[in-house]
């Protein structure tokens, strides 16, 4: 049974705090990726990974960075997080370029920033 | 750069009928894929259904099946003898064929299912 954990589902901060999203995987997929999830917008990538220690910007990078140091292991951080990063944040993995094969998502982190 | 768009919000259909979701797209590619997602309240995002945009076939899964209509950049899912564990957010999501594996989503339509 495939599997994509997040290490909070629910999450609290205050403004100008540094906060750090894990994410795991255990199918040894090449690609990972973090989302955002607003009402109305559907999920906008923010960062990816195709290997250990790569990342490409997605669609809305700006306030976020991200480090991969194990396949396994995906970490979104918000380096001062602010009031307009308060939102749902979703993890998933997949086979590397994998046309069709399916992005599998964590539970995801609804973070709220005060 | 690729759009989709859902332009129901929210859709609401009875136990045991037809609901059919509505997703357009816009893009130059000529080869691509489409996908369904649900995302159930509380529970992780699964894919229900995806398409090739090379196959005329519409793809079909058990009670869902899409109807893909590539010069109208249509791709909608309909979902029969709906049950209550249909009730859901639904997401569209486009994947072009040089894009790694890099999906652009859809706002969404909620999906709410009366007994």
């Known amino acids: 049974d495939v599997k994509v954990t997040q290490s909070s589902r629910y999450l609290v901060k205050r403004t100008g705090e540094k906060v750090f999203l894990e994410c795991v995987q255990d199918m040894d997929h090449e690609n990972m990726f973090w989302y955002r999830q607003d009402p109305g917008l559907g999920l906008r990538l923010i960062y990816f990974?195709?290997?250990?220690?790569?990342?490409e910007k997605g669609d809305i990078p700006e306030g976020y960075s991200v480090s991969r140091e194990k396949k396994e292991r995906f970490s979104l951080i918000l380096e001062s997080a602010s009031t307009n990063q308060t939102s749902m944040y979703l993890c998933a993995s997949s086979r590397l370029l994998a046309h069709t094969d399916t992005q599998y998502f964590g539970p995801g982190t609804r973070l709220t920033v005060l | 750069a690729q759009t989709v768009t859902q332009s129901q919000p929210e859709m609401s259909v009875q136990e045991a009928e037809t609901v059919t979701l509505s997703c357009t797209y816009d893009t130059s590619e000529s080869d691509y894929y489409l996908f369904w997602y649900k995302q159930p309240p509380s529970r992780q995002m699964i894919l229900v259904i995806r398409q090739e945009a090379y196959k005329q076939q519409n793809a079909t899964e058990n009670r869902f099946s899409v109807n893909f209509q590539k010069a109208a950049k249509s791709f909608s899912l309909k979902i029969s003898d709906s049950q209550l564990g249909d009730a859901a957010m639904y997401f569209c999501?486009?994947?072009?064929?040089?894009?790694?594996?890099?999906?652009?989503f859809g706002g969404g339509t909620r999906l709410m299912v009366k007994p």
């Open positions: 990974s195709y290997d250990v220690k790569m990342k």
């Open positions: 999501a486009y994947k072009g064929n040089n894009a790694g594996n890099m999906l652009t």
